[in-house]
């Protein structure tokens, strides 16, 4: 089955492209279905690369996806206003809808402290909201740590250097729904100032640590609902985001180092190897499947909200 986005999107040219089932809205509105709703909370700042790149995953399945663009009170700087006011819709549009899955991306604002990110408050609402309009959410990165402080007042880290490569992972807890049929080691790329510590996660008992490396630390973490799931990586990245973070990051001067286990033989004249595609493809296939489609209420007015969690 298809993911559902306007046919002007831009990413639907591309997805098109690559042979994946896109469907425009006037043609899902004939589909006698019940597509499942799910909400993206883009924070980055580049928001048509990185929709794109988490569209791409969603589209992996045999569900039928329908995808609500959402935009916090914030400027984007890196986006053109027009595809921000055709395609988003603000928190206020979309606070009284149910989604069977929301997904919140990281931003890149970790240096700063939470209570003076612009949109902080917002955010809280978004986190607050989740928990009783949201079947299952993913947080990505940034917006994981943000959402485990907001929910359980676990504090970030300031790293010594940037946790900036492609770092192999492992399963801690096997009978995670999200990482059903991972193999023993898997890859996932990082790219952050800032960290959560296995110790400080490990003192809640509300919560599980599914997947660590030993290079990049937590990895991936789900409440025991499997409702709420919080990772530290960035599956959605392209083979080459790494890569264009990196020049970027050199062409400002910047004291950058070469990504870790990322270009062959760490030489960045190299093709960089994708090689957490198929994990990417499963984490999101998984999810979909087994945390929200088979677990979501058919009518989201039955939705159940769940256990209210201490807010910080």
Not at 91 to 120: K, S
Not at 256 to 275: A, L, R
Request: proline share 6%.
């Amino acid at each position: 089955m298809p993911i559902k986005i306007p046919n002007n999107l831009p990413a639907y040219s591309t997805l098109e492209a690559e042979k994946i089932f896109v469907m425009p809205d006037d043609r899902a509105a004939h589909q006698d279905i019940r597509a499942l709703k799910i909400a993206i909370v883009n924070l980055m700042p580049d928001k048509i690369t990185t929709e794109t790149q988490i569209l791409r995953l969603l589209s992996n399945t045999p569900l039928h996806v329908e995808i609500d663009l959402v935009q916090m009170n914030h400027v984007s700087k890196n986006t053109p206003q027009e595809h921000m006011l055709t395609f988003y819709k603000s928190f206020d549009e979309v606070r009284d809808n149910r989604y069977d899955g929301l997904i919140i991306t990281g931003a890149p604002v970790e240096l700063i402290e939470y209570n003076e990110v612009d949109y902080w408050d917002e955010l809280c609402e978004v986190f607050r909201w989740s928990m009783t309009n949201v079947f299952s959410t993913i947080h990505i990165c940034w917006g994981a740590q943000a959402a485990l402080y907001y929910h359980f007042g676990i504090p970030k880290y300031t790293l010594s250097e940037k946790m900036f490569g492609n770092f192999k992972h492992h399963i801690t807890n096997p009978v995670c729904s999200l990482l059903k049929g991972f193999g023993d080691v898997f890859h996932c790329p990082h790219s952050r100032h800032t960290e959560v510590r296995h110790d400080d996660i490990a003192a809640h008992p509300e919560l599980i640590i599914d997947a660590e490396s030993y290079e990049a630390g937590v990895h991936v973490v789900s409440d025991r609902t499997e409702r709420q799931f919080y990772l530290f990586g960035h599956w959605e990245y392209d083979r080459d985001t790494l890569s264009k973070e990196y020049f970027r990051d050199l062409n400002k001067g910047l004291d950058i180092k070469v990504p870790y286990n990322y270009f062959p033989d760490d030489d960045p004249t190299q093709t960089p190897i994708f090689n957490w595609s198929c994990s990417a493809n499963l984490m999101y296939a998984n999810w979909l499947n087994y945390c929200v489609y088979q677990k979501t209420p058919y009518d989201l007015s039955e939705l159940e909200p769940l256990s209210t969690q201490a807010q910080y």
